[in-house]
Structures are given as C-alpha cells and as structure tokens.
C-alpha cells in the first residue's frame, strides 16, 4: 500500500508451483521496475536485483501489479502525483518558516528605554536581566531601573494566517488521502465522540475502497488457474482487529453471538488471547428454544 500511494504502483514477483498454484510473493520497490510494451494488453516487467544489480524480465503472468487510479488502464497514478501542487504548497510554507526561524528576529519582548545606552549600561542591563532567564528563575519578577519598561510581543496578523494557512494544508493532504486531519495530528477541531467516529470511519470510508481493490487485483492475479478440486479460493482482508471496540461493546456481542449460536464460546476466548475451556466448544441452543417458545405463543393465540 505504502508503494501505491506513493508511487501510483506496487509489483511482486509470482512465484508458481508445478501444480499451476502460487507459492509466493515477491514484492520488489517500483524504481526497480521498468515496463516493456510488448503488444496489445501486453507488457513484460524487467525488474533490477536492488542487491546484486542483476537485471531479470519476467512476463505480465508472472507479477502482481496493484494500481492506483489509472489513465491508461495499466499504470497508477499516485495521490501524490494527482496532488502535487497541494504538496509543493505544503514545502513553500515549511521553507518559508524555516527561514523566519532562522533568519528573523522572533524576540518574545522588548525592553524600552527613555535614554540612550552606551555600552557600559547596555551590558549591565542585560546582565542583571540575565539573571531572571531559564526554568529555574521562571516566576520571578524582574527589577528594572533607569525608567526601563518591559513590553511583551504578541502575535502578529501576518503569523496568525500563516499558521492558519498551515492547518488547511494539513487538510488538504487529509482529502488528499481520504483521511481525517486527526490522523494527521490536527486535533483543532477532534474531540472524543468525534475521534471515535473516525477511527471507524478509517476503514469503512478510506481502507475498505483500497482493500476492495487490492482483493480483485489479487484474485485476478493470482487464481487464473484452475483450482484444485474440492478447494476453495477466497482472498479476503482480516479488518475485525480495526474494528475492535472497547471491552463491555466486545462482550456484548459476543454474548449474542454465542446466544444466537454464531459464535462458540471457545472461538470468543480465542479472540481475546484466552485458552479454550472444556466444553467450549459447544454451540448454544438458545435461539431453537426462541423459536419454539413463539411458535407455542402463536398457537395459543389462534
């Protein structure tokens, strides 16, 4: 996924048995693969041994090529290409404040004077006020002679929109990816209903599309070849960890799940990291007598 989004494109290497069965997957980085067309709908992959330099070509069967969103049908764009101005935005105004930070005075006050110091009472002034900086003299009151006045700076409206302008760049690249600007550590507007809300969001909206997507690209790559008889091919994501919610929801459902007899009690131990128990493994019958107490209700009534 990480190749994807950055790079539009993501490659491994099918390693096939001699039943016609995969094995095993090699994934390689995308600036190690370069694309031949060899016909119609026909590519082959030369992929560079990012170790040993050894360059290898390997057919369009023998790789599993994921895809971002594509123009051609064949290679993906990334987000970071589609986007690219939202990011070179982004780098102006980090560089631009780096440079503020580097170069400009972002002094926090000011010490004004009624007369001109020369340079024996300048380095008296800023030594005595040297003696009230750093944590340990944090709090205490500074004495200032000579008709000294200390002024404290404040922010400034040109600083206020840029640090404004900051946060909607981090949402941008938040939409840019289809994610909340919490996960990106913009917590301006989060709060714990809200955060919660996001967190399943993140998979249902953002990682559910991605994970569709790479299911079909797999099952295509993968299982063109007849199947073995009397096995079943499902390639499919395991999300119910991202989903797992706080204790007393998880054991609720569990509760009616081993009530309605989906679940044993054996496999919702399993999930929680518990061993299994004797007796365990037997599926309730709560939901049969359910069903028989309504019917008996119902021929009572007639």
Avoid at 22 to 42: M, T
Avoid at 55 to 73: F, P, V
Avoid at 234 to 242: C, G, H, P, S
Avoid at 289 to 294: C, G
Wanted: glycine share 8%; net charge neutral.
């Amino acid at each position: 996924m990480r190749h994807c989004l950055l790079n539009g494109n993501a490659y491994a290497v099918i390693t096939w048995g001699k039943d016609g069965q995969p094995k095993a997957i090699h994934p390689y980085p995308p600036s190690a693969v370069v694309i031949n067309r060899l016909g119609e709908h026909r590519y082959s992959y030369t992929i560079t041994e990012p170790y040993s330099g050894k360059a290898k070509t390997y057919l369009q069967e023998e790789i599993l090529h994921l895809r971002y969103a594509t123009d051609d049908g064949f290679l993906g764009r990334s987000p970071v290409t589609i986007c690219r101005e939202t990011l070179g935005l982004g780098l102006a105004q980090q560089r631009h404040g780096a440079s503020i930070m580097k170069d400009g005075m972002m002094a926090s006050g000011i010490i004004k004077s009624g007369e001109w110091l020369d340079s024996i009472k300048g380095a008296k002034a800023l030594e005595a006020l040297e003696r009230y900086k750093g944590a340990r003299n944090a709090g205490k009151t500074p004495i200032l002679e000579g008709g000294m006045e200390y002024e404290q700076l404040g922010m400034s409206n040109q600083d206020a929109e840029w640090l404004a302008s900051r946060r909607f760049t981090i949402e941008d690249i938040a939409r840019m990816f289809n994610i909340s600007p919490i996960f990106l550590q913009e917590y301006s507007n989060s709060t714990y209903s809200n955060f919660s809300e996001a967190s399943r969001a993140l998979l249902t909206i953002t990682m559910r599309p991605w994970l569709a997507n790479f299911e079909q690209q797999i099952k295509s790559a993968l299982l063109l070849t007849s199947p073995v008889p009397n096995v079943r091919y499902q390639v499919e994501f395991d999300t119910a960890d991202l989903l797992r919610a706080n204790p007393t929801e998880r054991f609720r459902s569990y509760e009616t799940a081993i009530k309605s007899g989906v679940m044993c009690p054996n496999e919702a131990r399993e999930r929680e990291g518990l061993p299994p128990r004797e007796g365990g493994d037997e599926f309730s019958q709560a939901w049969k007598q359910t069903v028989e107490v309504k019917k008996e209700s119902d021929e009572v009534k007639e």
